[in-house]
């Protein structure tokens, strides 16, 4: 890979800017949380890259970062939250990203799409897939690259009888 491609921990470090400014004042972890993590706070796990190596024909790629940010609201003496919050937490997440596009370097992925699953009981998680496009070269030494450009076809029409 090229020098200066973004990373997953770039744009890692980007949500994070985008939770601090939706959450003023809470802490944002990367990764993992420490066992006696402070509430309300949020967290920013990679859940996965993958790649549409067809999306750009020959030219480019299309990389996809896959993200999952739980926010954490407090919780009572039975380690439960208040449900109306983790709710309104997974909303104000959502909206974080909804201008459609994460500033990293001098890029922006695009938000491919956002998913809030509110179902636990101290926490709500939001998954976020990101699409950045990106130059085939990139990813390709240049010696292997210009054997991808000379291709030889052989064709064979078969004549029909009649």
Same mark, same amino acid.
């Given at each position: +890979? ?35 993590? %402070?509430?309300?706070?949020? +967290? ?6 993958? $790649?549409? #190596?067809?999306?750009?024909? =020959? ?9 999952? @940010?739980?926010?954490? #609201?407090?919780?009572? &003496?039975? /380690?439960?939250? /208040? ?18 596009? @994460? %500033? ?5 992925? !695009? @938000?491919?799409? +956002? ?30 690259? &210009?054997? $991808? =450009?000379?291709?030889?076809? =052989?064709?064979?029409? !078969? !004549?029909?009888?009649?």
């Amino acid at each position: +890979m090229r020098e200066g491609i973004i990373l997953p921990a770039d744009v890692s470090e980007a949500i994070a800017v985008r939770l601090k400014e939706a959450f003023p004042g809470e802490t944002v972890y990367t990764d993992l949380a420490p066992r006696d993590f %402070q509430r309300p706070s949020n +967290m920013v796990e990679l859940a996965g890259v993958g $790649m549409d #190596s067809l999306s750009y024909g =020959q030219s480019g790629v299309e990389l996809l970062y896959k993200f999952k @940010v739980t926010t954490f #609201s407090t919780v009572d &003496e039975v /380690h439960a939250a /208040h449900l109306p919050v983790l709710d309104l937490r997974a909303m104000l997440v959502l909206g974080a990203f909804a201008a459609g596009y @994460v %500033q990293v370097k001098d890029r922006a992925p !695009k @938000v491919r799409s +956002m998913e809030a699953g509110t179902s636990l009981f101290d926490c709500a998680v939001v998954t976020l897939t990101l699409a950045l496009t990106l130059d085939r070269a990139d990813f390709v030494g240049s010696e292997l690259y &210009e054997l $991808m =450009q000379n291709l030889e076809l =052989q064709v064979r029409v !078969k !004549k029909e009888n009649g």
